[in-house]
């Protein structure tokens, strides 16, 4: 099968102004996303206030100096705080399990 070069049609410019207006608006929103999961301060250490995390956040097992983070909070994790020392959260889950964390993508909880 042959193509010919005059039957391929090229988008008009408007269809071609609609698909760059399109991917421009999804390039906007995934921005605005992440920019809406950075970091930024964080809320005031109040020992047991209950907190949230905002975006993906690493924890630490044995202390904020540990080489390597044990996992990571998700968004959505609540905790309650139960020290704090500089930048180095001690909190608490609801079952009662323990960890560190540097409060970079944190908020008070409602």
Known sequence: ??????????????????TLAAIATM??????????T??????????GAKYEVTGDNPNYDSGCG?????????????FKLVSAE????LV???????TYIHPERVKAAK
């Open 1 to 18: 099968m042959k193509l010919d070069a005059a039957a391929i049609e090229t988008p008009a410019p408007r269809a071609r102004a609609w």
């Open 66 to 78: 540990q080489g390597n983070p044990t996992g990571k909070l998700i968004r959505g994790t609540r």
């Open 38 to 47: 950075t970091s930024g301060p964080p809320p005031p250490a109040t020992p």
């Open 86 to 89: 500089g930048d180095c959260w």
């Open 27 to 36: 390039i906007f929103g995934v921005t605005l996303s992440a920019c809406a």
């Open 92 to 98: 608490e889950f609801d079952d009662q399990t323990e």
